[in-house]
T-cell receptor, first 113, second 111 residues
Framework: NAGVTQTPKFQVLKTGQSMTLQCAQD?????MSWYRQDPGMGLRLIHY???????DQGEVPNGYNVSRSTTEDFPLRLLSAAPSQTSVYFC????????????FGPGTRLTVL | GENVEQHPSTLSVQEGDSAVIKCTYS??????FPWYKQELGKRPQLIID?????GEKKDQRIAVTLNKTAKHFSLHITETQPEDSAVYFC??????????FGKGTRLSVIA
């Protein structure tokens, strides 16, 4: 199993550009989530999904969209990038028992100029 | 929703000493409390967790204690080693929503 994978590893955008961060898992996990990590702020929840076709907002959803068309994939879209979205983004998934143990992907480091 | 506070934000200990990191949570319905370790440039990884029906759990040099009445839980690392240096995050979960994390503790073990 590859576990949770994320692409790209690094990305630089200009203000106003859009892009999609990819996340995939091969563990047949129903539960998936996106966090952003900023210095001194811990991990803050952006969006999450409890299964294909079901998504919900977390603590900091503004400026981001998600969709969940398959169990494996949970992409995060930045609609119009802003410097405040410079961060490290982690995707996570969890399987049996709901949101208990969450497995994290390797992260995407995004810089918005 | 749930709110998790974590202290201290930084902690330095001498190699071989113990380290303790404390967290408090707000939602009395929270029932799962994991601890994650994140090394520089890496992803967070689960090191130990505890459920609300248990007061203490140990795994070699690490232990977690939970006080449901006071709504706080702690991570204890004994006989610290340089490879324990990392950022540690506590988290809590209640209901059908993902983990809520504390802001992290940067632990430095000085050889």
């Amino acid at each position: 199993n590859a576990g949770v994978t994320q692409t790209p590893k690094f990305q630089v955008l200009k203000t106003g550009q859009s892009m999609t961060l990819q996340c995939a898992q091969d563990m047949n996990h129903e539960y998936m989530s996106w966090y952003r990590q900023d210095p001194g702020m811990g991990l803050r929840l952006i969006h999450y999904s409890v299964g294909a076709g079901i998504t919900d907002q977390g603590e900091v959803p503004n400026g981001y969209n998600v969709s969940r068309s398959t169990t494996e994939d949970f992409p995060l879209r930045l609609l119009s990038a802003a410097p405040s979205q410079t961060s490290v983004y982690f995707c996570a998934s969890s399987g049996t028992g709901g949101w208990n143990e969450q497995f994290f992907g390797p992260g995407t480091r995004l810089t918005v100029l | 929703g749930e709110n998790v506070e974590q202290h201290p934000s930084t902690l330095s200990v001498q190699e071989g000493d113990s380290a303790v990191i404390k967290c408090t949570y707000s939602d009395s319905a929270s029932n799962y409390f994991p601890w994650y370790k994140q090394e520089l440039g890496k992803r967070p990884q689960l090191i130990i967790d505890i459920r609300s029906n248990v007061g203490e759990k140990k795994d070699q040099r690490i232990a977690v204690t939970l006080n449901k009445t006071a709504k706080h839980f702690s991570l204890h690392i004994t006989e610290t080693q340089p490879e324990d240096s990392a950022v540690y995050f506590c988290a809590a979960i209640s209901g059908n929503t993902p983990l809520v994390f504390g802001k992290g503790t940067r632990l430095s073990v000085i050889a």
